[in-house]
C-alpha cells in the first residue's frame, strides 16, 4: 500500500506541475471571467461546480490541497463523463484547464485499481500548429 501511495503522490505532484506551468504561460488570462460567461448555470460568481462524488476522497483532498478545491464546470462535466465511459471534447481556450479533464478520472481509476494503465495520444502536429 505505501507503493501505490507513493505512486498517488507522484502522479499529483505531476498534475500540480502542469497547471503551474500552464500558469506561467497564460500570464493575465481571466479563467474566471471566461468560466463565469461559459457556464452561468454554475456557482454564481466563480463558474466552478463540485467534484463528482464518486471521485476518490484523498485525490480531492490533493487537489483541494493544490487550490482546486471546486473544478470548473467543462471540468466538473468532462470528469463526470469520463468516470462514466462516456465519449466527450473539451473545445476550450488555451491554458482553460483541459489537462484536468482527463487526467483527474485517469489518476482517480489507478488509485482504485492500481493495475489499471492509460494511454496518452496527442496530434503533436495540430497541437505545435495551435501554438504559432
Known sequence: MAKDRANFDAL??????????LSGLVG???RESWANAMYPEGDPGSG???FPP??????VRVLADRGIARPYCHQADAI???????????????ASG???????????RIVKEP??????LFPTKA???DQM
Do not use: I
Open 48 to 50: 466552478r461546480m463540485d
Open 98 to 108: 483541459k489537462t484536468l479533464c482527463y487526467n483527474v478520472p485517469v489518476v482517480d
Open 80 to 94: 463526470r463523463a469520463a468516470m462514466a465511459g462516456e465519449h466527450f471534447v473539451v473545445v476550450t481556450p488555451t
Open 54 to 59: 464518486e471521485l476518490d476522497a484523498d485525490l
Open 115 to 120: 493495475n489499471a494503465r492509460a494511454l496518452y
Open 28 to 30: 493575465d488570462f481571466d
Open 12 to 21: 499529483c505532484t505531476l498534475l500540480n506541475g502542469t497547471d503551474a506551468e
Open 127 to 129: 497541437l505545435s500548429q
